[in-house]
């Protein structure tokens, strides 16, 4: 697990000649619930990246016998989220909190990558994770096999469809359609439906 040292290391080295105040791209959970203090919002689209729910769980919102599912970030296409700039003063327990929840561990540090975003300004750069995951436990599955394991898994953190009708909704609140999103929330609806 990263204590508190490696993660100060790990932020240190992500943020050295990066612009401040840091930039964050949200795609998924850290859209409606960041878990660090935001100076300011702003949509923004990522370039070359569209969301895939292929990161398998067996905790949080899953579990060996029921594997839930994370959004990650795979290549092609485009990916309209929000950057959320890190308020300046708070870095040093921002990005602890931030890299804490979305690496949890050594061997996932990896997934913490800068890449392109289009907002209002023009062509930024933003810190992102899991965009093209790397050590970490990755399935390739249909839209009905993600629907499937989002509408059966849940863990001490929630369920699969509660974390994909949160993001519907934070996506829907910034005015964002993503048809893959819709489309599997409509799936995992209807399997909840037929399963009661």
């Given at each position: 697990m990263l204590e508190d040292a490696d993660l100060d290391a790990l932020a240190a080295r992500l943020t050295e000649g990066k612009p401040r105040p840091i930039p964050i791209f949200a795609y998924g959970s850290l859209i409606w619930n960041p878990g660090f203090e935001v100076q300011a919002r702003r949509r923004a689209t990522a370039i070359g990246w569209h969301r895939d729910f292929s990161l398998s769980l067996e905790?949080?919102?899953?579990t060996p016998e029921r594997p839930g599912l994370m959004l990650a970030l795979a290549p092609g296409g485009t990916c309209e989220g929000l950057v959320l700039d890190i308020a300046e003063g708070t870095?040093?327990?921002s990005l602890r909190a931030v890299l804490r929840r979305e690496l949890v561990a050594h061997e996932l540090s990896a997934n913490a990558s800068w890449i392109e975003v289009e907002t209002e300004r023009g062509r930024e750069i933003a810190l992102t994770f899991y965009a093209g995951p790397v050590g970490a436990p990755l399935v390739q599955l249909t839209l009905a096999q993600q629907a499937m394991r989002l509408a059966t898994a849940a863990g001490q953190?929630?369920?699969?469809?509660?974390y994909l009708l949160r993001t519907a909704r934070g996506l829907a609140d910034l005015g964002i359609h993503d048809d893959y999103i819709w489309t599997l929330?409509?799936?995992?609806?209807?399997?909840?439906?037929?399963?009661?």
């Open positions: 905790h949080f919102r899953g870095e040093t327990e953190a929630g369920s699969g469809a509660e929330q409509k799936m995992v609806a209807e399997a909840i439906d037929e399963a009661s």
